[in-house]
Structure formats: structure tokens, C-alpha cells
């Protein structure tokens, strides 16, 4: 019997919901992914579900990891899944600490003339690549890509490839822009530009690893998995994540260069990985089904009024319909790994399309007691696009970024 749950109020956390804050936080810099959210925020879900020292956890949407190395700060053991390999490698590489006189040696033979000394031919079949990079600039990371892959301490090569990757956005003619990659006109920079960009990054990697002002305590570890196929043989005392809101953003286009370069992927790997993430943007497709799922009355309600006003995209609803499945799916299957007493906590958005509001917080609480779970709190951590202008003139309602948290009562 579904029971309406309370909405409360937490916006002193409001700040922590971005990874901005994080910013000069040793370690968890090295890259704050666009969709991520902040050490802090994950500190406090960590202390409300009562996470303590020598439990385990999961993040079954790990993105840049900030769930595991909160975690391992904190002596606790973690595992983090994502369908896409660049985030698995931004995540397992923050928790590497190589040595610095083992940076230094290999620095030491990243120049401009050793690098365009390195003998590579890379075709990329990918239109935004070649539109974004000059054949210039292109090539030399290409190569300069190809010099850190013949690097062969593990621990280097991984800082070194990420200290790159993190570098494509700034020499490129594109932005990462909401959910896209916008193409935009930059400055024309040299390869000498790529090399400092790329050496202002490792410079931070080097102080943060001899500062050592914060230490990694627990076993943290992220994979390519997909949420929705979870295996069922490793038990964990909670799940602390944040999935893909239903706002159409894309990350295999926002990531498309890091996950092309640092993995040479293809159009069509692309692709691939694009039909097989959550179905958060209208281009991902239905992989599983959803059995023992009934859409919620509110659910049908809401799609029923879409329907009937001028939506930008016409598969909007078909979208929405498979967000709310591929959940269902993923806490049904996060429900067989969790323990009995267990919590589970996502921060998650609502949505707003042609005027009509999701309220995904509510929605996936109930979805969650469908899938077994016994919803627990929404609590609301901030609104977005609630300025008094934006009220008045598109006669707009605030949206919320909450936490919902539910409970397994038994399996
Ligand atoms: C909101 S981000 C997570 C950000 C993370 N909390 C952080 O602080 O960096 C959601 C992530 O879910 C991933 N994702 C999309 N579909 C997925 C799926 N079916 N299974 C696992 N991960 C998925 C995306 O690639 C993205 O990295």
C-alpha cells in the first residue's frame, strides 16, 4: 500500500549539490565531471545513513567517483559502476598515488620535438572530432597520446592520460555545454599551449600527491557496468549515487573526446555505448525489460497531459516512459545486493517539458516501494531556475534536486 511521503525541507545543502566547491580539493580535482556532485554532499548522505567505518558500498552510476573517494576516506570499502569507460578511468585513476620522482622521470621526456618525433596514424571517423580540432593540433595529441601509452609504470601512464584528456576541452573549438558539446570559436592555440595545459594540470596532480593532506584509507574500485544488470553476488550495506536526471543530457556527446581519444572508440562504439545508457535522453534505447512494472497513475497523468501540448522533441515521452522502467530495474536489482536494513540514497531532479512538470523525487519513491523498497524521505536540496524573472515571465515552478532515500525491509 503506497503511502504519501513527506517532502523536507535541506537547502543548507543546496551548495554541495555541484562539484564546484571541490574545486581545489586535493584529489577530487584532478576532474570534476559537469554532472557530479560534491565530497561534502556525500559526507552528509554517508552520516544520515549511518555508513560507518568497514562497511561497503556501491555507486551504480559512479561518473568521476565522488562517492569512492569519499569512501575510501573514510575507511569504507566502495565499488562504482558506469557504462562509460572515461568515467570508470577518471574514477580509479583519483584513487592512484604513483610516486613523484616517477612523474618527474617521464615528464621529463614530454617535449614538443619528442612527442612530434612519435611515428602514429589515427583516422578518426567521428564528424565532431574533425570539426573541433585543427588536423594540426589533432595529430599532436593523437601522438602525444600514443608517447604516454609507451609509458610503463601503470600508475603514471593513467595520471599522464588523464592530465591529457582533461586538456581536449580547452585546445578545442567546443564547449561542454548542459547536456551537449557545443561547438564554439576559440583562440587558435599552439602545440606549446597543449604541452603547458597539460603540465598545469600535473603540476596540480604533484602537489596533491605530496601534500598528502588527504589520505585514502578504504578499498575503492569502479567497473563498466550498467545499473540495470547488476549481479547479485556481492552484498553492500547501502548505495550512495546519483543516476542521470530525465533532462536529455547526453554523456556519451558531452564526453564524446575523452571517450574517442583516451579509448579510441569509433562512431559506431559510440553509438553503441549511447543506445545502451539509461534512457535519460531520447537517443538511448530499451534494453531490458521491466517485469512486475505498472506505471504509477501520477506517471500516466502527466504523459497524458504532455501529449496533448507541443512538445520540442516528439520523443520526449517515449523517453520518459523508459527513464521510469530502466529505474524501476535498477533498484529492483539494487534491492538483491543491498542488505536487510539497508539504505538506498539518489540525488535526482525534476523535469519540466512544454510547461508540464516531472516530479521525478515523488515518482521514484514510489517506484522504488514497487520495486520492494520501503521509501523512506525525499528531502529537497535545492531549486534550480527559481529566479523571480523566470517565474513571472515563463510562469515557471522551481525545480527540485532531491535525495530520496529508501530502506530494504527484507529481501
Ligand atoms: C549524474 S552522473 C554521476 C556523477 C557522479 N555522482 C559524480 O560525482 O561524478 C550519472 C552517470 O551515470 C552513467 N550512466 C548512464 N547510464 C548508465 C547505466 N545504465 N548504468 C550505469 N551508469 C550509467 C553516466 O555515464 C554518468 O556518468
Known amino acids: 500500500m503506497q503511502q504519501a511521503i513527506r517532502i523536507e525541507e535541506r537547502q543548507h545543502l543546496s551548495k554541495f549539490v555541484s562539484p564546484a566547491v571541490d574545486k581545489k580539493t586535493p584529489f577530487y580535482r584532478w576532474y570534476l565531471y559537469k554532472h557530479g556532485y560534491s565530497r561534502s554532499l556525500v559526507n552528509e548522505i554517508i552520516s544520515l545513513l549511518g555508513v560507518r567505518e568497514g562497511d561497503r558500498i556501491?555507486?551504480?552510476f559512479c561518473g568521476s567517483g565522488?562517492?569512492?573517494?569519499v569512501a575510501a576516506e573514510s575507511g569504507i570499502e566502495a565499488v562504482g559502476y558506469d557504462v562509460m569507460r572515461f568515467p570508470v578511468f577518471v574514477s580509479n585513476t583519483k584513487l592512484l598515488r604513483p610516486r613523484i620522482a616517477a612523474i618527474k622521470k617521464y615528464e621529463r621526456f614530454f617535449s614538443v620535438k619528442t612527442i612530434d618525433a612519435i611515428k602514429t596514424k589515427i583516422k578518426f571517423d567521428i564528424s565532431t572530432i574533425n570539426k573541433v580540432f585543427d588536423k594540426k593540433t589533432l595529430n599532436f595529441l593523437v601522438r602525444f597520446r600514443e608517447k604516454i601509452r609507451r609509458i610503463d609504470d601503470p600508475g603514471v601512464r593513467a595520471i599522464f592520460l588523464l592530465c591529457l584528456l582533461k586538456t581536449l576541452e580547452p585546445v578545442s573549438n567546443s564547449k561542454k555545454?548542459?547536456?551537449?558539446?557545443?561547438i564554439v570559436e576559440k583562440e587558435n592555440l599552439r602545440k606549446r599551449d597543449v604541452l603547458r595545459i597539460?603540465?598545469?594540470y600535473l603540476a596540480e596532480v604533484k602537489d596533491d600527491i605530496r601534500s598528502n593532506e588527504i589520505t585514502f584509507r578504504g578499498n575503492a574500485r569502479a567497473f563498466v557496468g550498467d545499473s540495470r544488470n547488476i549481479q547479485p553476488d556481492e552484498i553492500f550495506d547501502a548505495v550512495i549515487s546519483s543516476p542521470p536526471y530525465p533532462n536529455r543530457h547526453d554523456y556519451t556527446r558531452v564526453y564524446l573526446l575523452e571517450e574517442a581519444i583516451g579509448f579510441d572508440r569509433n562512431d559506431r562504439e559510440i553509438k553503441q555505448v549511447r543506445y545502451k545508457t539509461l534512457r535519460s535522453h531520447v537517443e538511448a534505447k530499451?534494453?531490458?525489460e521491466a517485469e512486475g512494472y505498472t506505471k504509477p497513475k501520477e506517471l500516466q497523468e502527466i504523459l497524458e497531459k504532455m501529449a496533448k501540448k507541443e512538445l520540442n522533441n516528439s520523443k520526449i515521452i517515449e523517453m520518459l516512459e523508459g527513464f521510469f522502467e530502466d529505474m524501476f530495474i535498477t533498484l529492483k536489482a539494487l534491492k538483491k545486493i543491498v542488505k536487510r536494513g539497508g539504505r538506498i540514497a539518489f540525488v535526482i531532479s525534476n523535469a519540466?517539458?512544454?510547461g508540464v512538470g516531472v516530479p521525478t523525487d515523488t515518482l521514484?519513491?514510489?517506484?522504488g516501494e514497487l520495486a520492494g523498497l520501503k521509501p523512506e524521505s525525499i528531502l529537497v536540496l535545492r531549486y534550480r531556475g527559481n529566479s523571480y524573472q523566470q517565474t513571472v515571465k515563463y510562469n515557471k515552478d522551481p525545480a527540485r534536486e532531491s535525495l530520496v532515500v529508501w530502506k530494504n525491509c527484507g529481501h
Do not use: M, N, V
Request: zero cysteines; charged letters at 25%; hydrophobic letters at 40%.
Open 58 to 60: 556501491l555507486d551504480p
Open 364 to 367: 521514484l519513491s514510489q517506484i
Open 66 to 69: 565522488t562517492t569512492l573517494l
Open 198 to 200: 597539460f603540465k598545469k
Open 286 to 288: 530499451k534494453q531490458f
Open 177 to 182: 555545454s548542459g547536456g551537449f558539446l557545443r
Open 352 to 354: 519540466r517539458y512544454a
